[in-house]
Nanobody
Framework: QVQLVESGGGLVQAGGSLRLSCAAS????????MGWFRQAPGKEREFVAA????????YYADSVKGRFTISRDNAKNTVYLQMDSLKPEDTAVYYC?????????????????WGQGTQVTVSS
């Protein structure tokens, strides 16, 4: 059974940093593309960042480019999201997702497995 477990969320002031982690099990982690999405209250879930099998290919939403960094450690079956210069509009539940194929890494439908999410709250 595939499990994706996010951690590292919390409350932070604007301008601060957080690092999210997503530990994967039950799948061949190194063969899956990994992504982060977020969902703010009353809004649709949106793409944040994605990473290829190795750390060579990364993709970011324009809203986080230059502030967030996605990375992965295949030896630990873990993907990370380093979030710097956080803004109140970054407040959301952040979800980790895994995709077998790279058909559409910026779209929810491109992913096969999802975590339960971790709350990130940025105060002004």
């Amino acid at each position: 059974q595939v499990q994706l477990v996010e951690s590292g969320g919390g409350l932070v002031q604007a301008g601060g940093s957080l690092r999210l982690s997503c530990a994967a099990s039950g799948l061949i982690f190194s063969s899956h593309y990994m992504g982060w999405f977020r969902q703010a209250p009353g809004k649709e879930r949106e793409f944040v960042a994605a990473i290829g099998w190795s750390s060579g290919n990364t993709y970011y939403a324009d809203s986080v480019k230059g502030r967030f960094t996605i990375s992965r450690d295949n030896a630990k079956n873990t993907v990370y999201l380093q979030m710097d210069s956080l803004k109140p509009e970054d407040t959301a539940v952040y979800y980790c997702a895994a995709a077998k194929f790279a058909y559409s890494l910026t779209n929810l439908r491109g992913y096969d497995y999802w975590g339960q999410g971790t709350q990130v709250t940025v105060s002004s």
